[in-house]
């Protein structure tokens, strides 16, 4: 009898064995071998799908091209003091189960999140290859520092955010963007056409927005000769690519579309006579006292991507949130205009009223209550809100709790709420934790 017992429990532990080595053998390699396999090379085709992304978003030069941000002058060095009990504290995932804050992360895609309170990092986690010092693509969180870079803009130049963008960059006369004011294309509701589709490859967006972005693989869609390309670059994009929705007015609805932030972009650069990426640096990656030089992806025309592009470690990426709980200021230098950060958290009815009329985020019920100069907005009156990117990038900023939240994800799904789980899930452990520390 004794002897069956032992046969079964042996028979039992081979079993787990073999299934475990059988799904070692089964799961995708990636870069595997020197060279790597060509079942196992990342590429743009393949970098935004589960796991190649998970080397691919932390070396996104690979796939793709990009121009560098390099950092200057001296580091700001956040103090230290981790507090152990964070791993442990328990929060609830979207379905409701229980779970400790660092299984949350790590259960849901999570490559690392640094938790600041008070600008003390008081914990610290990776895992899936990135660490402390590897930069990693920040996706549409790039959108919120394109923001940012504007509003410094904004006070040099004493731009008019009721004026049509086409005011100022006569190129757009006869666009989609013509008819809209500069405030409407930061809320995200211009009243496009088409809608932003991450997935379908024979949608109006991936078909040709993410060709002209260099973002996505689109067949023939690489390299082309600039000299006899009519849509080279995203600027061109606005110009000749861009159609309006004749059914809707600008400023009454929310439709989330990364044309908007090249609207953005390309006022910086036409107004500042720099190059977007060269905007950034100058006037903020470089006086932030950032850790590691950035870099952000280009387009077809070798445009920096300010919708989606920049990579920066996860350490700086929390350096950006803390400029922003900060009002704009760190290490006593007032870098974005304090009445700039401040007005994304001025919700008036209107801004709330646009957001509820949007057909996708409030029917997935998402938690935001408001989208704002290319912010996401959960509770304005705590000055709780998030710069968010597609496979789950955020930079959580909750200025009552005075945390700052940072996390890169390799999500298999690229949208929040195609990803609602994971998406939601950690969000709640922070907006959790800012509550119990």
């Known amino acids: 009898?004794?002897?069956?017992?032992?046969?079964?429990?042996?028979?039992?532990?081979?079993?787990?064995?073999?299934?475990?080595?059988?799904?070692?053998?089964?799961?995708?390699?990636?870069?595997?071998?020197?060279?790597?396999?060509?079942e196992s090379l990342v590429t743009?085709?393949?970098?935004?799908?589960?796991?190649?992304?998970?080397?691919?978003?932390?070396?996104?030069?690979?796939?793709?091209?990009?121009?560098?941000?390099?950092?200057?002058?001296?580091?700001?060095?956040?103090?230290?003091?981790?507090?152990?009990?964070?791993?442990?504290?328990?929060?609830?995932?979207?379905?409701?189960?229980?779970?400790?804050?660092?299984?949350?992360?790590?259960?849901?895609?999570?490559?690392?999140?640094?938790?600041?309170?008070?600008?003390?990092?008081?914990?610290?986690?990776?895992?899936?290859?990135?660490?402390?010092?590897?930069?990693?693509?920040?996706?549409?969180?790039s959108k919120s520092m394109a923001s940012s870079a504007f509003g410094i803009l904004v006070a040099q130049k004493n731009i008019d955010l009721t004026a049509s963008p086409a005011y100022y960059i006569p190129e757009l006369k006869g666009s989609a963007f013509e008819r809209t004011t500069i405030q409407d294309v930061l809320n995200m509701s211009t009243a496009l056409g088409y809608q932003e589709n991450y997935v379908d490859t024979a949608s109006f967006y991936y078909k040709y927005y993410g060709s002209v972005a260099n973002m996505r693989y689109v067949p023939g869609?690489?390299?082309?000769?600039?000299?006899?390309?009519?849509?080279?670059?995203?600027?061109?994009?606005?110009?000749?690519?861009?159609?309006?929705?004749?059914?809707?007015?600008p400023g009454v609805k929310f439709e989330y579309s990364s044309a908007n932030v090249d609207v953005i972009s390309w006022l910086i650069s036409r107004l500042s006579g720099k190059a977007y990426h060269d905007f950034v640096?100058?006037?903020?990656?470089?006086?932030?006292?950032?850790e590691h030089d950035a870099f952000i992806t280009m387009d077809r025309a070798n445009t920096g991507v300010a919708t989606g592009g920049i990579n920066s470690t996860l350490r700086d990426a929390a350096l950006f949130g803390q400029l922003i709980l900060n009002r704009g200021s760190i290490d006593g230098k007032q870098i974005i205009p304090q009445n700039w950060v401040d007005e994304t958290l001025k919700l008036t009815l209107s801004d709330r009223e646009r957001y509820n009329?949007?057909?996708?985020?409030?029917?997935?019920?998402?938690?935001?209550?408001?989208?704002?100069?290319?912010?996401?907005?959960?509770?304005?009156?705590?000055?709780?809100?998030?710069?968010v990117g597609i496979h789950g990038q955020v930079i959580y900023i909750n200025r009552s709790a005075k945390m700052v939240i940072a996390y890169f994800s390799s999500q298999p799904q690229a949208s929040s709420v195609a990803g609602f789980k994971p998406f939601v899930s950690k969000l709640n452990a922070c907006r959790e934790l800012a509550k119990k520390i």
């Open 221 to 249: 869609g690489t390299d082309p000769d600039p000299k006899t390309t009519e849509v080279l670059g995203v600027y061109d994009f606005l110009v000749k690519r861009a159609y309006i929705n004749p059914a809707l007015q």
């Open 1 to 38: 009898m004794k002897r069956s017992i032992l046969t079964i429990v042996l028979l039992i532990l081979f079993a787990k064995l073999t299934s475990a080595q059988e799904q070692t053998t089964s799961a995708k390699k990636v870069m595997d071998g020197f060279p790597p396999s060509r």
């Open 281 to 290: 640096r100058e006037n903020i990656w470089a006086r932030i006292g950032a």
């Open 357 to 387: 009329r949007n057909d996708v985020y409030v029917k997935a019920g998402m938690p935001w209550v408001g989208y704002k100069n290319y912010w996401w907005i959960l509770d304005e009156a705590k000055g709780e809100y998030a710069a």
């Open 44 to 141: 743009l085709s393949n970098y935004r799908e589960h796991p190649f992304s998970q080397w691919s978003f932390r070396n996104a030069g690979a796939p793709m091209h990009v121009l560098m941000m390099p950092r200057s002058g001296p580091v700001h060095t956040f103090k230290e003091s981790p507090n152990a009990s964070i791993a442990k504290t328990t929060c609830l995932d979207t379905e409701g189960n229980s779970k400790t804050f660092e299984s949350m992360f790590s259960d849901n895609y999570a490559d690392g999140v640094v938790v600041l309170k008070n600008d003390v990092v008081v914990y610290e986690k990776y895992w899936n290859g990135l660490s402390r010092d590897y930069q990693h693509i920040w996706f549409s969180c």
